[in-house]
């Protein structure tokens, strides 16, 4: 039995053969990372190496920490409110 406030009650919770700490540790949970939330359905390196990326004439080298970058950046970017309305909205036009 663990009592509370016990040094093992906060560090090892053995669950199995593993702990509590082990899990932070899996391998597997490491290549699940929340920011990559916002690659989805993106066309962008995911991998530690530069690749090369082409936009029109523009040639870009990125890598998995770049297009996160971009991807968040874009995600949360800031646009003027008559880029966002509907122009067939008559209500929504200034008298």
Do not use: Q
Request: proline letters at 5%; one cysteine or more; a negative charge.
């Amino acid at each position: 039995m663990v009592r509370r406030g016990s040094i093992a009650s906060k560090t090892t919770f053995a669950t199995g053969t593993k702990t509590f700490r082990d899990r932070d540790r899996d391998p597997r949970e490491r290549d699940l990372d929340p920011r990559d939330v916002f690659l989805d359905g993106l066309e962008l390196p995911r991998g530690l190496e530069r690749e090369i990326v082409m936009d029109g004439d523009h040639r870009y080298e990125l890598n998995r920490d770049d297009s996160r970058s971009l991807a968040t950046v874009g995600a949360f970017r800031v646009v003027a409110e008559c880029d966002v309305r509907d122009p067939r909205d008559e209500s929504m036009r200034p008298a």
